[in-house]
């Protein structure tokens, strides 16, 4: 995907993680209140709610650190990061498919090494997601990231204007490495609570919650 495609349009998860909600988003939607003065999402995830909603000066926060980084990356240095992308997509691309997964471990070892940069990381990040089986985030009990090679012949790891377009909704957040406790003190209508895994559509658990878990 070429770098200059247009920004505009609706934002859309950058990140496949488990446990997401896009399946759930029409019933979601549906159960949302008719104003936010301020949209909290604790848990972020993939943020597929936060991304649907498009509400401005949200709140996005989570435990895994990696994940905060890359969306505050994208906020940030969205150019830059398009730029550090685009030479993984072309040296995938360069590869015959025998050699491709030994390029997908190579990257792989290099996240866990942990040495670059907060931008690289975070390209080496995405392109992972987009490499990696099913694009799953897994890591072991030492915090290894372990996820096998997916063997995708024409995977889009760029996404350009996927990127432009998270970026014009991020630019107003505020996004934080932290557990669902910091998002505690701010003054807010609703907090997203929502467990991983896909509740029946009858249950009370995907209206929203106030900061002591009842229903609003």
């Known amino acids: 995907m070429h770098p200059t495609l247009s920004a505009s349009g609706p934002a859309s998860p950058i990140v496949k993680w488990a446990g997401g909600k896009r399946q759930l988003l029409p019933h979601l939607l549906r159960s949302q209140p008719p ?41 940030d240095h969205v ?46 990040f995405l392109a992972l997601g987009r490499l990696a089986f099913n694009g799953l985030y897994r890591v072991n009990a030492h915090g290894t990231y372990n996820t096998p090679f997916g063997h995708y012949s024409h995977p889009d790891i760029v996404r350009a204007q996927t990127l432009r377009r998270a970026q014009n909704l991020l630019q107003s957040a505020t996004i934080v490495a932290a557990d669902y406790q910091a998002a505690a003190p701010i003054s807010c209508i609703a907090i997203r609570r929502i467990p991983p895994y896909p509740p029946p559509l009858t249950s009370p658990i995907i209206r929203p919650r106030d900061l002591a878990g009842r229903i609003t």
């Open 35 to 75: 104003v936010w003065r301020h949209y909290l999402e604790p848990f972020a995830g993939g943020a597929a709610l936060f991304f649907a909603l498009n509400q401005p000066h949200s709140y996005v926060s989570d435990t895994n650190s990696d994940l905060i980084q890359v969306y505050q990356t994208v906020r």
């Open 79 to 124: 150019d830059a990061l398009i730029a550090s992308l685009i030479p993984i997509q072309r040296d995938y691309d360069a590869l015959p498919p025998s050699d491709r997964a030994a390029f997908f471990y190579a990257l792989r070892d290099r996240y866990n090494r942990r040495q670059d940069s907060a931008l690289v990381h975070s390209a080496v």
